[in-house]
């Protein structure tokens, strides 16, 4: 059974190792780390996920990025990944642990705003629609790279207001650690 900690009570190196071996070496050139350079993951809503044994099995990250519209308006929201498994110990339910954690914590309000900033990921439709992920409303959106369209994907308690068209980059907010 996974034991959830904040992301920022592991060493760091660690974490990287875990990226390294879920995604790859070269996993710092993809497009959704493009999508929020230059900004630090949010501590309230990013944890690791800790074996039975305390080992680091897993771990979230969520960003403060934006999704700025042809006027030059900003939208915040927040950007769910990596989220990262150990090879070798997927499918034990670590990722649904850490997935409800950082979405729990969204949901019941972690900045004291008036409702959840909507929340985006470049993430596979069949694993992430179970918490309300979808690809409909990304249709126009853009990234500062290359990707699958059918794979950015969105949660929104509030679709209706999302805005049509933009392009998705790192936010500076006052949400910031
Ligand atoms: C994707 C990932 C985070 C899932 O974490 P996990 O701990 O292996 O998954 P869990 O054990 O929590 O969940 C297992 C469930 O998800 C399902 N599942 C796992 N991967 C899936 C996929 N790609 N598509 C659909 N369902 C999937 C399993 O069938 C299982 O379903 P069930 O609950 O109905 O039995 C993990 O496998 C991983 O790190 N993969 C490599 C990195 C990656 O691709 N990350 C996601 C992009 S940010």
């Not at 034990?92 to 997935?99: S, T, Y």
């Not at 914590?105 to 959840?116: I, R």
Request: charged share 15%; glycine share 10%; hydrophobic share 45%.
């Amino acid at each position: 059974m996974a034991t959830l900690v904040p992301l920022s009570a592991i060493d760091s190196t660690l974490v990287e190792q875990l990226l390294d071996a879920a995604f790859g070496n070269d996993r710092h050139a993809r497009t959704a780390y493009r999508m929020r350079l230059g900004v630090e993951p949010l501590d309230a809503l990013s944890f690791a996920a800790l074996d039975d044994e305390d080992y680091l099995a897993g771990s979230i990250q969520l960003w403060p990025v934006a999704l700025t519209d042809p006027k030059g308006r900003a939208h915040p929201m927040l950007m769910v990944g990596p989220v990262a498994v150990m090879p070798g110990r997927q499918g034990e339910g670590f990722g649904k642990a850490l997935m409800m954690a950082s979405l729990g914590a969204v949901d019941a309000g972690f900045d004291h705003g008036a409702a959840p900033l909507p929340q985006v990921m470049i993430g596979d439709p069949n694993y992430y629609a179970r918490w309300g992920f979808v690809s409909d409303h990304t249709g126009d959106w853009h990234c500062p790279g290359p990707f699958e369209r059918h794979r950015l994907l969105v949660r929104s308690a509030n679709p209706a207001v999302l805005p049509t068209h933009g392009m998705l980059g790192p936010w500076h907010s006052p949400l910031a650690n």
